[in-house]
């Protein structure tokens, strides 16, 4: 069984207005992982993930691919401190 682990990450490119954070919820729930994301003053996607570190590997694959008419350009993660009371993965404004 693997570790929990949590992530930070900044999405830059083109992912606000291409339904990015929504993606990254939808993503979430199917790779049973916790956190959050929103949409910084800056342009970019920002979040934590928190899951088994296999879940966690795929779900930045796959925001790093980013929904159809999103253009990721970079993906930074960072790792933070696991929290224990999370629920679910919320979209955040």
Known sequence: ???????????HGRVQGVSYRYFAQKKAAE??????????EN?????????????????L???????????????DQETRDVQEDEAQFEVRR
């Not at 790779?31 to 910084?40: K, P, Q």
């Not at 342009?43 to 779900?59: N, R, Y």
Request: aromatic share 8%; hydrophobic share 35%.
């Open 61 to 75: 694959k796959e925001l790093d691919k980013g929904p159809t008419h999103a253009h990721v350009v970079k993906l």
């Open 31 to 40: 790779h049973s992982i916790t956190g959050w994301c929103r949409n910084t």
């Open 43 to 59: 342009g970019k996607v920002e979040g934590e993930a928190q899951g088994h570190a296999d879940s966690i590997k795929m779900f």
């Open 1 to 11: 069984m693997s570790q929990s682990q949590r992530v930070y990450f900044l999405a």
